[in-house]
């Protein structure tokens, strides 16, 4: 029997809103500490440079770049596959539409073409039908296709069948391919494939440091050589290449790729655990695909409460999700979440669930 943490309110928040809140692990903290520093942006860091190549051999691209954040990764991504008044295929869930679109229209000068994907998976037709529409000279020339491995509504893992095939078709309609892969590892992990499997159709990718794998900050892009070297000089444009001590984080970084892999395939275990467990809660609905990877989805019964209010229930008893839609909560499973927190986490689900329908219960109906 699990001892109940919802007796013990100051425990330690059990927080599920996102793995962006992960901090360094103790070997991260040591090797950063002992970090043997050059100056990062005259090319002259030993461990910058290591990370990069490193990267670069793991998802099977010439070339990798440290950039920032992931956020600025893809907008160089984006700056260095397009000319200004360009479009952009993307789904409209995607995190480059709804959070970074500032970038792409103010700073890259694009118009973003949003199709329904299907938990994030926009289908080789319809990428065919936004492409082409530019041939009725009413559109601008397409020349980027986004996509995003998992998606960030779902947490639904794309595998290399899709990723090849609606590549294809872009490559033939004379657009290149962008994968947004925060959390692309957690992807892999879950289909039980290689990164550089996963990314052989695309041209370029961003993969996140500062997701699942821990690392303080940053995001890796990879690509052809060629590409890799223009998005340098995007990177400078932006104003950010002087991260002079940007060591540090590569430091981080490399034992994140050493040691942390396997944590992520925890982390998918974890979230089928606790998805598994909330089926069992009368009053919330569970959403997951087929390839869940680190994220449970979940509708409250809107009937009985609300997305805020489930949340606000929930933190009450010290667990914390995110309200990532209308009527939807996320969840998203990280190295600071073990197997008693998710039973904890189901636990509380299951008693703020319960305290709604006793106080419905409570109220009047109405008309009588
Ligand atoms: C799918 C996806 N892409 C990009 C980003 C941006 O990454 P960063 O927070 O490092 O800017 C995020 C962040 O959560 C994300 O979920």
Same mark, same amino acid.
């Given at each position: 029997?699990? %001892?109940? &943490?919802?007796?013990?309110?100051?425990? &330690?928040?059990i927080?599920l809103r996102s793995d962006? $809140?992960?901090?360094?692990?103790?070997?991260?903290?040591?090797?950063?500490?002992?970090?043997?520093?050059?100056?990062?942006?005259?090319?002259?860091?030993?461990?910058?440079?290591?990370?990069?190549?490193?990267?670069?051999?793991?998802?099977?691209?010439?070339?990798?770049?440290?950039?920032?954040?992931?956020?600025?990764?893809?907008?160089?991504?984006?700056?260095?596959?397009?000319? #200004?008044?360009?479009?952009?295929?993307?789904?409209?869930?995607? =995190?480059?539409?709804?959070?970074?679109?500032?970038?792409?229209?103010? $700073?890259?000068?694009?118009?973003?073409?949003?199709?329904?994907?299907? #938990?994030?998976?926009?289908?080789?037709?319809?990428?065919?039908?936004?492409?082409?529409?530019?041939?009725?000279?009413?559109?601008?020339?397409?020349?980027?296709?986004?996509?995003?491995?998992p998606?960030?509504t779902f947490g639904e893992?794309?595998?290399?069948?899709?990723?090849?095939?609606?590549?294809?078709?872009?490559?033939?309609?004379?657009?290149?391919? =962008?994968?947004?892969?925060?959390?692309?590892?957690n992807?892999?992990?879950a289909?039980?494939?290689? @990164?550089?499997?996963?990314?052989? %159709?695309?041209?370029?990718?961003?993969?996140?440091?500062?997701?699942?794998?821990?690392?303080?900050?940053?995001?890796? @892009?990879?690509?052809?050589?060629?590409?890799?070297?223009?998005?340098?000089?995007?990177?400078? &444009?932006?104003?950010?290449?002087?991260?002079?001590?940007?060591?540090?984080?590569?430091?981080?970084?490399?034992?994140?790729?050493?040691?942390?892999?396997?944590?992520?395939?925890?982390d998918n275990r974890r979230a089928a655990a606790l998805a598994e467990a909330l089926r =069992?809660v009368?009053?919330v609905t569970v959403d997951q695909g087929?390839?869940p990877t680190n994220m449970v989805i979940v509708a409250p019964?809107?009937?009985?409460?609300?997305?805020?209010?489930f949340?606000?229930?929930l933190?009450? =008893?010290?667990v914390?999700g995110y309200?990532s839609?209308?009527?939807t909560v996320r969840f998203v499973t990280h190295?600071?979440i073990?197997?008693?927190d998710i039973?904890?986490a189901a636990?509380?689900a299951?008693?703020?669930?319960?305290?709604?329908?006793?106080?419905?219960?409570?109220?009047?109906?109405?008309?009588?």
């Open positions: 029997m699990v %001892p109940s &943490r919802l007796d013990s309110p100051q425990a &330690r928040p927080d962006a $809140i992960t901090t360094p692990t103790d070997s991260m903290w040591e090797a950063m500490r002992a970090a043997d520093l050059g100056w990062a942006s005259a090319g002259q860091d030993t461990l910058l440079v290591e990370l990069e190549e490193t990267v670069a051999k793991l998802a099977g691209k010439e070339k990798a770049l440290y950039v920032l954040t992931g956020g600025m990764a893809n907008l160089v991504a984006l700056m260095t596959h397009t000319r #200004r008044g360009d479009q952009v295929v993307l789904d409209s869930r995607s =995190h480059i539409l709804w959070c970074e679109e500032w970038g792409l229209s103010y $700073i890259c000068g694009l118009t973003a073409r949003s199709v329904d994907g299907v #938990r994030g998976q926009i289908s080789p037709d319809a990428v065919v039908d936004a492409i082409n529409d530019s041939l009725y000279r009413h559109r601008p020339r397409t020349s980027l296709l986004c996509l995003e491995n998606d960030n893992a794309a595998d290399v069948g899709y990723v090849a095939s609606v590549s294809n078709v872009a490559h033939e309609l004379g657009a290149s391919v =962008h994968l947004d892969g925060a959390r692309v590892l992807a892999c992990a289909l039980d494939v290689e @990164l550089h499997d996963m990314l052989a %159709p695309v041209d370029s990718a961003m993969i996140s440091l500062n997701k699942g794998l821990s690392a303080p900050g940053g995001a890796i @892009l990879v690509g052809t050589a060629e590409f890799i070297s223009e998005a340098r000089m995007n990177v400078r &444009r932006l104003g950010g290449s002087s991260f002079h001590q940007c060591g540090i984080h590569a430091a981080a970084a490399l034992v994140a790729f050493r040691e942390m892999l396997p944590q992520l395939a925890e =069992h009368t009053g087929r390839a019964d809107p009937g009985l409460m609300s997305a805020r209010g949340v606000d229930g933190e009450t =008893h010290g914390l309200i839609g209308e009527n190295r600071h073990g197997d008693d039973a904890h636990e509380a299951a008693a703020v669930a319960e305290s709604f329908a006793a106080s419905n219960a409570k109220q009047p109906a109405i008309g009588t």
